[in-house]
């Protein structure tokens, strides 16, 4: 914990301030005043990053690494303040200096280096591993340009390009010392010494990765971790940029924009796949110069090779790092001379594998003669790996050629990377029980019946400093006053909340804090979008990708129906609602923009009818990101959980949200299952088909929307609204979400579950109208969300994955 008085953090920051402007307090913009604080709380970081560092190595503590494509920070100012304890002394001494801190935090650009849950969770567990004394780092890319930014224009999203260090990024620190050359193309030379085959990579083409490293800094226990990622930079030997020769000048032109092309921008795709050239070089990109920098490392700080899988583990958040697996043995046999049996053993003991999705759609695949192209040394390995594995695989099932096949690395003319994730890994995860036990009994079978021990549970977490004591400071003011603060520490003490669920006072302050928030959040609706909500009606939210799994239409068409049936029955008695949606879709995903369009569509015309907007209204806040889901969640009321079930394989948000004491409405998937057992039936609301009625329906057919529409007038005319001109005189508008209801048969059961989720909604009306019972609800989901805590979550992986330590019980 950083030891310093308001009154030195005041000089100090005067002092930054001029040093860096070169003006007076005075005369500076706020965003100037911002990067006076982020600069002067950089520094402050500084001397304790370097003590950990030193730490580390002096106790020779097992370094984690944690490999990932995405990191979706959001703002780190706030974060930063608050793990070194000094969030109120900044508060109170910038008040001094007329300096509004809550302003300048709004001026940070979020770090927006993930596409949503599973760049968010990566972020999540940065921040529990520093707090909790693991020595865990992540290693990752800088991309240029993070996530879109999404901007809604005539109702349709509009992609506008993420230009996040457009003003610099002041929490990184550039090593160019520290760069790693990573090689593409090329030939592999094989040649025969003294009996040995030995490898030679020629021809190739060098990229050099240079490293910017993050503070990642631990809650109050003077612990700051490395978050590293990596950019694509040319080599200035590579060409000769002076040359006046033009044809010369034209090749290195196209070098440097080939190279910096690596580290230009995020896929914009979630739980999808595009089988692109320039996405594989990213992936091995990241991999080759994390596990070359680590190495190298660990080398240079007297470690023995021989015992690298006792010192460092590797994690592999989804299959986007499973190129570490051949890199570590090319690194290992090629460059340290290790035999094949051992290198193997200690890739194996190193490295780890989450699976996050069981979309077919997600699961990556490269085709071989691109792989073999780009990768030549790389590709061998895998051939290798695959070799010996599959000959494992016909000594222990003779002549089941099919199973083989399917389990195979290389297979039909792709090299698949899960199967090598697995293959190469000593532990596989799912991220919530039910999905765990999906991957065991369906999609991963084969390997789960091969390698059973190698299958677990690790339920998804969030960091509740950032989702509660950050996003929620008033709720997190009333835990401490009812409970104590020991649920800072130790998250699961929240428990103790359960007591004063009945508590009438208790539940009057929840409902008050519940208020402010919704105020804060009506008053920046108003301010950014000009739409004016009811304070009172009840924030019904769905905020998350968008994406046909996730459902948004299944809620766009019960607004709809509501909609028609206030029209009917004016005098109808139900809950005032706002309806707030946000969420961006992948640009070519041509379904989810249309769905965009629609919930935007119906909004405007719901929003513009006078004789039925006093009781309804309905939002789609523009480019959803971590810090608008920081003003959001904390002012729901109710929360939409309503994917397909067997689709979600987690869900982050549900937690999230209620850890903020919001109600959620769900269908059994992912982690809203944990949730459900956490709270009990009385205090979530549960719908629609359960597991096994979907799988029964994908294995055997017998689903067939057309028909339920055709029988139900109701739906009917819901259905009939998208093309018959209601909302859109354009009456092809909105044929793709047609089709796909009607003609393609509901492939994720929206109509199926209509009248489920009806019935759901009305019980929330039921509820909330009551509510010393609905503020009872938001008590006992705020209680049980301490499990939920990334902190619980981390310390699995640590103990049952990664066998590393946690320092953090003895720092207490
Ligand atoms: C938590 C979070 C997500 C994940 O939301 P789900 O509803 O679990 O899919 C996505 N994006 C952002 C910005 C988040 O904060």
Known sequence: MLNIDKETFKSDYIQKFIEIHGKDLEEGTDYNKYEALAS?????????????????????????????????????LGSNLLNLGINDLCREGLNELGIDLTKLEYLEEDQGLGNGGLGR?????????????????????????????????NFSQVEVPDDWLKRGNLWEIKKSDKARIVKFGGEVK????????????????????????????????????????????????????????????????????????????????????????????????????????????????????????????????????????????????????????????????????????ILAEALEKWPVDMFKKLLPRIFMIIQEIDRRFCEGLRNKYPGQWDKINKM?????????????????????????????????????????????????NKTNGITHRRWLMIANPQLTELLKKTIGDSFITHPTDMINFQKFAKDSGVQEELKRIKNRNKKKLADYIYKVQGIRVDEESMFDVQVKRLHAYKRQTLNCIRIM????????????????????????????????????????????????????????????????????????????????????????????????????GAVTIATLDGANVEIRDEVGDDNIVIFGLTEREVLNYYKNGGYNSQKLINNDDRIKKIINSLIDGTYSKDTNKFKSIYQNLVTYNDEFFVIKDFYSYLEAQKKVDDLYRNTSRWQEMCAVNIAHSGIFSSDRTIKEYATGIWGSKCMYENLQ
């Open 121 to 153: 969770l990566a972020a999540c567990f940065l921040d529990s591993m520093a707090s909790l004394g693991i020595s865990g780092h992540g290693c990752g890319i800088r991309y240029k340009h993070g996530f879109f930014n999404q901007k809604i224009i």
């Open 561 to 660: 129906d509501l909609y028609n049936r206030l029209l009917d029955n004016p005098n109808l008695d139900i809950v005032p609602r706002t309806f707030i949606f946000a969420g961006k879709s992948a640009p070519g995903y041509y379904l989810a923009k249309d769905i965009i369009t629609l919930i935007n569509t119906v909004a405007n015309k719901i929003n513009n009818d006078n004789r039925v907007n006093k009781k309804i209204k309905v939002v789609f806040m523009e480019n959803y990101r971590v810090s608008l889901a920081e003003t959001i969640i904390p002012a729901a009321d109710l929360s939409e959980q309503i994917s397909t079930t067997t689709k979600e394989a987690s869900g982050t948000s549900n937690m999230k949200f209620m850890m903020n």
């Open 190 to 357: 094989v040649e025969y010494i003294d009996g040995n085959l030995k490898f030679h990579h020629v021809n190739y083409e060098k990229v050099q990765a240079v490293p910017y490293d993050m503070p990642i800094v631990g809650y109050k226990n003077n612990v700051v971790n490395t978050l590293r990622l990596w950019s694509a930079e040319p080599l200035s030997n590579e060409f000769d940029f002076s040359s006046f020769n033009r044809g010369d000048f034209k090749k290195a032109m196209e070098y440097k924009d080939s190279v910096e092309a690596i580290s230009q921008v995020l896929y914009p795709d979630d739980s999808f796949y595009e089988g692109k050239l320039l996405r594989l070089k990213q992936e091995y990109f990241f991999v080759s110069a994390g596990i070359q920098s680590i190495i190298h490392h660990f080398k240079s700080t007297g470690g023995n090779i021989k015992e690298l899988d006792e010192k460092i583990a590797i994690h592999m958040n989804d299959t986007h790092p499973t190129l570490a697996v051949p890199e570590l043995m090319r690194i290992l046999v090629d460059e340290e001379g290790i035999g094949w049996d051992n290198a193997w053993r200690m890739t194996n003991n190193i490295m780890s594998y989450t699976n996050h999705t």
């Open 40 to 76: 002067l709380i950089r520094d402050y970081v500084a001397k304790m990053w370097i003590d950990t560092n030193k730490r580390y190595k002096e106790n020779k503590s097992k370094q984690v690494y944690y490999f990932s494509m995405e990191f979706l920070l959001g703002r780190l």
């Open 408 to 456: 195979q690395i290389i297979n039909g003319g792709f090299v698949k990377m899960a199967n090598l994730a697995i293959v190469g890994s000593h532990s596989v995860n799912g991220v919530a029980k039910l999905h765990t036990e999906i991957l065991k009994k369906q999609e991963m079978s084969d390997f789960y019946y091969c390698y059973p021990n190698k299958f677990n």
